[in-house]
């Protein structure tokens, strides 16, 4: 396969890797605290694990045996990185304000 070939390849990869990614994190740690966590916490965790499963892609490709070396390092830190991510979620999960509880609405009984 020509080398332009592979290149298009893993760009289709890493570009449906991060639509995966954001996919399956709303789905799993829910859409509500997604949306309450910052962008600056989505968006480096959500790219570096769409870049090492396309390097993980890469090492398993170029090398002869598929689990080598650099297979299993970029599994490691996939494995990081996902720790990283239930991590943050767990945080704005614990984090969040409920206002729901807190109405005006509610009367209060004099005797």
């Known amino acids: 396969m020509p080398p332009y070939w592979s ?4 760009v289709t990869e890493f570009l449906v890797a991060l639509i995966a990614i954001l996919e399956v994190w709303s789905e799993v740690g829910g859409q509500n605290h997604l949306d309450l966590m910052p962008w600056y916490a989505k968006l480096p ?5 769409a870049l090492v499963t396309v390097l993980g892609t890469m090492a398993a490709v170029s090398h002869e045996r598929v689990w080598n070396a ?3 390092a970029c599994l490691l830190l996939a494995l990081l990185l996902a720790g990283a991510m239930s991590a943050a979620t767990y945080y ?5 304000n409920d206002d ?6 509610t ?3 004099i005797r």
């Not at 290149?7 to 893993?10: I, P």
């Not at 965790?45 to 694990?49: D, E, P, Q, S, Y």
Request: net charge negative; proline share 0%; glycine share 8%.
């Open 107 to 109: 009367v209060a009984l």
């Open 92 to 96: 704005v999960h614990v984090h969040e």
């Open 7 to 10: 290149r298009l390849a893993f």
């Open 70 to 72: 650099k297979t299993i």
């Open 45 to 49: 965790l959500t790219l570096g694990l």
């Open 100 to 105: 729901s509880g807190d109405s005006d609405d």
